[in-house]
C-alpha cells in the first residue's frame, strides 16, 4: 500500500506553497554573496578546506519558520586549516555593518572556546588574519 510518486507530489503541493518572497531582489544580485564567493575560491585555492554555511529555515503557508534548533548569528563561512583547525568568517557589505546581536554572541563564544573568528568584508582582510595565525 501507498501512494504514488505523482499523488505524493501533488499532496506536497497542496500543503506547502511554492518557496517565494516578497522581498526584492537588488540589481545585479546580492553583494555580500559575491564577497562570500570570492573569499571561499581563493581560500580553495590557497589549499584551506572552507565552504559556505547554510543555515536558513523554510518558508511553510507564506511564513518564514527557523529551525528552533539552528545557531543564531552562525557565520558565512566554516573551514578547517593548519595549525589553527576549525575557523569561522563572518562577512560583511561594508566595515561600517556591525554583527547583528546573535552574530556578537557567537563570536563571543567562539574566543571563549579558543575558536577562530574573523569579520571581514574583503579576502585582503582575511588574508593578514590568516597570516598572523601562520596559515
Known amino acids: ?3 504514488s510518486r ?3 507530489r501533488e499532496l506536497l503541493d497542496k ?3 511554492p518557496y517565494t518572497s516578497k ?3 537588488r540589481p545585479g544580485g546580492n553583494p555580500e554573496s559575491k564577497r562570500v564567493k570570492h573569499i571561499l575560491e581563493m581560500l580553495l585555492a590557497k589549499g ?3 565552504g559556505k554555511t547554510k543555515t536558513m529555515g523554510v518558508l511553510r503557508k507564506g511564513v518564514f519558520c527557523y529551525d528552533k534548533f539552528l545557531f543564531r548569528g552562525f557565520p558565512d563561512i566554516t573551514g578547517f586549516a593548519d595549525p589553527v583547525g576549525i575557523f569561522f568568517i563572518e562577512v560583511k557589505n561594508s566595515p561600517k555593518d556591525k554583527l547583528r546581536p546573535a552574530q556578537e554572541h557567537f ?3 567562539c574566543y571563549k572556546y579558543k575558536i577562530k573568528h574573523i569579520t571581514a568584508c574583503s ?3 582575511v588574508e593578514i ?3 598572523e595565525w601562520e596559515v
Open 23 to 25: 522581498k526584492k531582489l
Open 15 to 17: 500543503h506547502q506553497p
Open 48 to 50: 584551506i578546506k572552507a
Open 123 to 125: 579576502w585582503e582582510e
Open 129 to 131: 588574519k590568516m597570516k
Open 6 to 8: 505523482d499523488e505524493y
Open 1 to 3: 500500500m501507498g501512494i
Open 107 to 109: 563570536r563571543v563564544e
